[in-house]
Every structure is written in structure tokens, then in C-alpha cells.
């Protein structure tokens, strides 16, 4: 795959020591609290490093203070590391002069807050059409665009009104429509929907992830819960104390935990909503020499299906299921057992 975002062991460190700090972190290993008692400066982002991979979801979650928000924040420079690379479609963002770095900011990368930040005064069309404003783009052809991006988010005869008139989803939309306007190649996302009550969130999701897949735009998305990870995220970082613990699919965050602090958050999520076909499959030699050939009749299903459909498809044919693959191609076999395996050792990890 195609990477597109490039985070080189960045670290942020807040004081006036700071880059005495980080000498002393990196060559005296010293702790948090003494970087703190000794010069006044606190960690935000702890040598972080990822990829992040063109038209991925990508999702950093950790609990209040573990650095997410910091570490966002510094793809489009809005805070400066103490040390580190941020490469943008292998572009090193520090070495950017004011003129690219206000290109990059206002062309290639939208942002979300989780504060709406509409403006009062102005109509749900005019805050949408802001960025293209500020570009300079003449007034018919900016909302005529935001005309169009208005309708993909579901707000179709709510361009006259005003933020006030709008719920709290709604404003949400508007907010997200903005950040499209401007056709960004990137989407920079801190915790857009966690100001949300649970239904309209849960809503949101959906036409995020809906969306997702129809404008293929590279995200980094900010998140607190899990849950929503889990469903929005093609791959998770878990931070904790400024530095990343683990980086995988949700799959593999919830199947195989990288330490007790990663196992506790994981411990409350389904293994029906996250473990796929392909993870518990037999080989099809395996299953035959148990159970005797295939019959043509068998049920099948995409590798990537998850637990809680194959249980319910197994249950609907009282069968074995065949896994294929994007291609039709039998990948593997699993039977009613395996299933039944799936799930209790689920169980038993929680």
C-alpha cells in the first residue's frame, strides 16, 4: 500500500528546557516526573512513529493526557516537535517555508474539532464555503461547491440558516462539510463526535464511515472510546503517557493484546464484532481429512466477515461455512466448533 502520512520518532516536550529535557530523556533515562522537577518540562508525545496509509482510516485513541490530540496537531505544524520527522507524501513537513506550510494547511489538509467552531454570523452555506473563500475562489463558484458538499452530508435546504437553528448533529455535518469544501487530500479528525449524544453519534459514524468509502480521503482520526475506533478505524494506535503501546487492526488490538494496559481497555469489546472469518478458518485439507470432502451446497463467506454473521449463518444452515476470498477462491473451512472455540475463548479473556 501506498503511504501517504510518515510520523519519524516525534517527540514534543513543553517548557523552556525542552531540548535540555530531551537529552536527559534520551541519554540519562529519566522519568516523566523528573523531566518535570528537574527542568520544568512535560512529555506530550514520547518518540512516536507510524505510517499512516493512503485512503486509510486511521485511529489514535488513548485515554485524557496519553498525547493523542498533541500528536495530531503537529501533521499540519500547528505545534512544532522538539525532535522528529513528519513526512507528507514523502514531503518532510519542518522543512516547509511559511508560503507551503500555508498551501499545505489550507489545500491539502481539512481538520474537525470536537468543538464545532461555526461561525454565528454567517449561514450554514457561508461556513462551509470559508476555506474556499480564504482561497480566493470567487463567490458563485464557492457555493455552488458548497452546495454540492452540502448535499452529501445529508443537509440538503439548511444552507440559509444559521449554526443556532441547527442541532447539535447537524452542526457536527456542517463542520465536517467545511473541512470537505475545500476537496482536502488529508482529514485531520480530534474527537468530531464525542460532544454527540450516543444515537446521534452512533448516526454520524455511519455516514462518516459511508463517506469514507465514497471521497477515499487519507484520515487520522482522534478518539477517547474504543468502541468507536473499533468500528471507524482500518488500524489503531493506543497511547498512553505520550508514547504508542501498540498499533494494529481492531482485530488484532482485541485478539492478541499488546500489554495488561491494552488488554483493560480491550477487555469490555466484543470478539463478535472484531474477529474475522480468515483468523479462525482450517485449511480445507484439514477440515476434509476430519469431515470428508466439501459438498456443493456448503454456505460461503468473504474472509473478512466477522464472528457475529458467521454464528449467524451457521445457525440459519446448521453447517459448516467455506471462507473465500476477494477472488471466490476457497481460503478455508469452519465448522460449528471452530465458531464455538471463537467465542468461548473470547470469554475467557474477559
Not at 63 to 75: D, P, W
Not at 123 to 130: E, F, G, K, Q
Not at 134 to 139: F, L
Request: net charge neutral; aromatic share 6%; with cysteine.
Amino acid at each position: 500500500m501506498e503511504t501517504a502520512i510518515q510520523i519519524q520518532n516525534v517527540w514534543k516536550i513543553f517548557g523552556n528546557n525542552s531540548k535540555e529535557a530531551l537529552d536527559a530523556i534520551q541519554n540519562k533515562n529519566i522519568s516523566k516526573q523528573e523531566a518535570l522537577e528537574k527542568y520544568n518540562s512535560v512529555i506530550g508525545v514520547s518518540d512516536v512513529s507510524f505510517d499512516v496509509n493512503k485512503g486509510e482510516i486511521f485511529c489514535v485513541m488513548g485515554l485524557s493526557g496519553s498525547g493523542k490530540s498533541t500528536l495530531v496537531r503537529h501533521i499540519n505544524r500547528l505545534l512544532e516537535p522538539t525532535s522528529g520527522k513528519i513526512l507528507i507524501n514523502n514531503q518532510d513537513v519542518m522543512l516547509f517555508d511559511k508560503a507551503s506550510l500555508q498551501e499545505l494547511r489550507n489545500k491539502k489538509i481539512g481538520m474537525v474539532f470536537q468543538n464545532f467552531a461555526l461561525m454565528p454570523h454567517r449561514s450554514v452555506l457561508d461556513n462551509i464555503a470559508m476555506p474556499l473563500e480564504i482561497r480566493g475562489v470567487s463567490k458563485n463558484d464557492r457555493l455552488d461547491a458548497a452546495n454540492k458538499i452540502l448535499n452529501i452530508v445529508e443537509l440538503h435546504g439548511w444552507g440559509n440558516k444559521y449554526a443556532h437553528e441547527l442541532s447539535g448533529g447537524m452542526q457536527q455535518r456542517v463542520g465536517l462539510a467545511r473541512a470537505l469544501a475545500a476537496d482536502p487530500e488529508f482529514l485531520l479528525m480530534d474527537e468530531p463526535f464525542s460532544a454527540l449524544d450516543p444515537l446521534i453519534r452512533r448516526q454520524l459514524q455511519s455516514e462518516f464511515i459511508k463517506l469514507s468509502k465514497q471521497m477515499k480521503k487519507t484520515t487520522v482520526f482522534i478518539t477517547h472510546d474504543l468502541d468507536e475506533a473499533v468500528r471507524v478505524g482500518h488500524r489503531i494506535a493506543i497511547m498512553r503517557d505520550g508514547a504508542v503501546v501498540q498499533i494494529g487492526t481492531p482485530e488484532e488490538i482485541v485478539v492478541n493484546p499488546a500489554d495488561d494496559y491494552v488488554a483493560d481497555f480491550v477487555k469490555g469489546i466484543s470478539r463478535l464484532k472484531v474477529v474475522q472469518a480468515k483468523t479462525i478458518m482450517q485449511s480445507v485439507k484439514d477440515y476434509e481429512n476430519k469431515f470428508g470432502a466439501l459438498t456443493d451446497d456448503i454456505e460461503t463467506v468473504d474472509e473478512n466477515t466477522v464472528l457475529s454473521k458467521l454464528i449467524e449463518t451457521s445457525i440459519l444452515k446448521d453447517k459448516s461455512i467455506v471462507v473465500v476470498d476477494k477472488n471466490n477462491q476457497k481460503k478455508g473451512v469452519i465448522s460449528q466448533s471452530d465458531l464455538l472455540k471463537a467465542v468461548v475463548e473470547g470469554s475467557e479473556n474477559e
